[in-house]
């Protein structure tokens, strides 16, 4: 499809796991972004990616998180030995903007991590 | 951390009524959104602010970009049953990279 497309769509692991999760962007938006949404909460910003820029980690929260984009496309969020507060849905976005982001984003529909 | 304070966090509508939320902060944006999230799905923009005072309508929705660029509202007239779902603000900051800070959400239901 157009949209932005994520998988999997529900995970479910064990504590002290590793777990990788991947986002498509829309084809041809230059920024991909990554958002942690927690059970009745808003989204809590992870990690953002603009060109071949550095991305900017500064939302990840710790060192068990980490997030690559090959080509400027695809990119994977890997979560090392999960805990169980790991348990959230992960939002990807994209946005067409480049420099001039105006902060308008393209959620997919999240994949949603349980650690039990 | 910076954080935007959105009211109210939950609120019941009737068929027609009318609904308004806000949302506030202590630092200035240069950006307002305000997305809506139906159950299952990722949030979908609705409207798009750039400029202080700035007022613009989409449809059955109203939303204003404060003079102060610290406060934002959204309001929809004549509710209908689909508008039911969690509707979230977002500011962005000119200058901070991509990051966009989001509200923590104001949940529609329909009345019992």
């Known amino acids: 499809g157009a949209g932005v497309s994520q998988s999997p769509s529900n995970k479910v692991t064990e504590k002290g796991k590793d777990v990788e999760l991947r986002c498509d962007p829309i084809s041809g938006h230059t920024a991909l972004y990554w958002y942690r949404q927690s059970l009745g909460q808003g989204l809590e910003f992870l990690i953002y990616f603009q060109g071949n820029s550095a991305p900017d980690k500064s939302g990840l929260p710790s060192d068990r998180f980490s997030a690559e984009r090959t080509g400027g496309s695809v990119s994977t969020l890997t979560i090392q030995r999960t805990q169980q507060e790991d348990s959230a849905v992960y939002l990807c976005a994209s946005s067409p903007h480049g420099g001039k982001n105006t902060g308008e984003l393209f959620f997919g529909e999240g994949s949603r991590l349980t650690v039990l | 951390g910076q954080q935007l304070n959105q009211s109210p966090q939950s609120m019941f509508i009737q068929e027609g009524e009318d609904v308004s939320m806000n949302c506030t902060s202590s630092?200035?944006?240069?950006?307002w959104l305000w997305y809506k999230q139906d159950p299952g799905e990722g949030p979908v923009l609705l409207i798009a602010l750039y400029k202080a005072g700035e007022l613009t309508s989409n449809g059955r929705l109203t939303a204003q970009f404060g003079i102060t660029r610290k406060d934002s509202f959204l309001n929809i007239s004549a509710s209908i049953p689909s508008d039911v779902g969690i509707y979230f603000c977002a500011g962005h900051q000119r200058g901070s990279q991509g990051n966009l800070i989001f509200g923590k959400g104001t949940k529609l239901s329909v009345k019992p």
């Open positions: 630092s200035i944006f240069n950006t």
